[in-house]
């Protein structure tokens, strides 16, 4: 026996993108607003995958410079330091604060990246026609989106860092050009979540088949 899981586009209904009820579009054109928040209603975003493509390659090019180059430049008795993400997490390693250098290691590098892999598979997936792990992306789509809310804690910390170690001439701290292109990996990141529509996901689902039992 086959059984087709009963979608909100297949029942004639639009999901609001603002506080998710369904409702009834007013007409296949235009689809209205919806009757609780007002929110306008879509049926999908537009060019949501090349938007997301875009955004992502963006990020994905300043995660390079955003590693690459050193995010904070010290100024110590006259000496110079300059330190990148992972220069800083080895830096803490050796001085012995593993527990730091994890946390920087996990929330500057690797949360980063996680976010261009998945949003990437996403996308592959959805533009393959991927029928299988429609929670599972789900899931994934709405935990990379959480994430997108804290993302920028590394920019904040390295700007009260310079704010509050400026003890000049005997040491000072400054931002380097590498902090900028980080920023620039947060927010087209987060931008790139943001434009992709995870109704896609199902869009692709097929009937499944179950035996009578």
Excluded at 94 to 105: C, P, Q
Excluded at 112 to 127: E, R, W
Excluded at 168 to 176: E, I, Y
């Amino acid at each position: 026996m086959t059984h087709t899981p009963l979608m909100g586009a297949r029942a004639g209904l639009i999901s609001c993108e603002a506080c998710q009820l369904l409702s009834r579009p007013a007409s296949a054109a235009e689809p209205g607003y919806c009757p609780r928040c007002g929110e306008e209603l879509e049926v999908r975003r537009h060019n949501s995958i090349e938007t997301c493509w875009a955004l992502l390659i963006s990020a994905a090019i300043c995660f390079i410079p955003a590693n690459a180059l050193p995010v904070l430049n010290s100024t110590s008795l006259g000496t110079e330091e300059a330190d990148t993400i992972l220069g800083g997490v080895v830096f803490l390693y050796l001085s012995g604060s593993w527990h730091l250098a994890l946390i920087v290691l996990v929330a500057s590098f690797m949360i980063p990246l996680g976010k261009l892999i998945a949003l990437a598979y996403l996308l592959i997936t959805v533009q393959r026609g991927s029928a299988a792990s429609g929670r599972d992306r789900t899931r994934l789509y709405r935990l990379v989106e959480f994430i997108g809310r804290w993302s920028l804690l590394d920019v904040f910390v390295a700007a009260f860092t310079v704010a509050l170690v400026q003890l000049q001439p005997l040491m000072s701290v400054a931002p380097g050009v590498g902090i900028l292109f980080f920023a620039a990996v947060v927010v087209l990141t987060m931008l790139a979540a943001e434009a992709f529509d995870p109704r896609l996901i199902w869009d692709t689902r097929k009937p499944h088949k179950a035996e009578r039992g």
